[in-house]
């Protein structure tokens, strides 16, 4: 694990935590897929929220200097996919995530540590 992609991981799992997003997880699937290194899960509580979310997400990738290759299902907002090469975005409302669990899919991956910083309310 590169500490780069490991920073980004974490500062996008970060913006999605400070933005109320949940159910947040990474796994490392450089070994079962050639198409990325890492996936992020999360959920947004509704569309809307989805997309703001994405949003976010957006911020912090440049922010940190990297880069989103392609975007698809921010217009409808149920599940947006971001794909900034090595890592790999998905970002649901809660009964597409369920129906669809990308978790269990990539079983085999290794979770990875988040390191988020809860904020005290």
């Given at each position: 694990?590169?500490?780069?992609?490991?920073?980004?991981?974490?500062?996008?799992?970060?913006?999605?935590?400070?933005?109320?997003?949940?159910?947040?997880?990474?796994?490392?699937?450089?070994?079962?897929?050639?198409?990325?290194?890492?996936?992020?899960?999360?959920?947004?509580?509704v569309?809307?929220?989805?997309?703001?979310?994405?949003?976010?997400?957006?911020?912090?990738?440049?922010?940190?200097?990297?880069?989103?290759?392609?975007?698809?299902?921010?217009?409808?907002?149920?599940?947006?996919?971001?794909?900034?090469?090595?890592?790999?975005?998905h970002?649901?409302?809660?009964?597409?995530?369920?129906?669809?669990?990308?978790?269990?899919?990539?079983h085999?991956?290794?979770?990875?540590?988040?390191?988020?910083?809860?904020?005290?309310?």
């Amino acid at each position: 694990m590169s500490k780069d992609e490991i920073k980004m991981l974490q500062a996008i799992a970060q913006a999605i935590y400070d933005k109320k997003g949940v159910n947040i997880i990474a796994i490392d699937v450089k070994k079962s897929s050639s198409l990325t290194d890492y996936f992020l899960i999360a959920e947004g509580s509704v569309e809307r929220h989805v997309s703001a979310l994405a949003s976010s997400v957006k911020e912090t990738v440049k922010e940190m200097g990297g880069h989103i290759f392609h975007i698809d299902g921010d217009q409808l907002g149920d599940w947006v996919v971001m794909d900034c090469g090595q890592i790999l975005i998905h970002l649901f409302v809660p009964a597409l995530r369920d129906k669809y669990s990308l978790e269990e899919l990539w079983h085999d991956g290794e979770i990875v540590d988040l390191n988020i910083q809860i904020k005290e309310a």
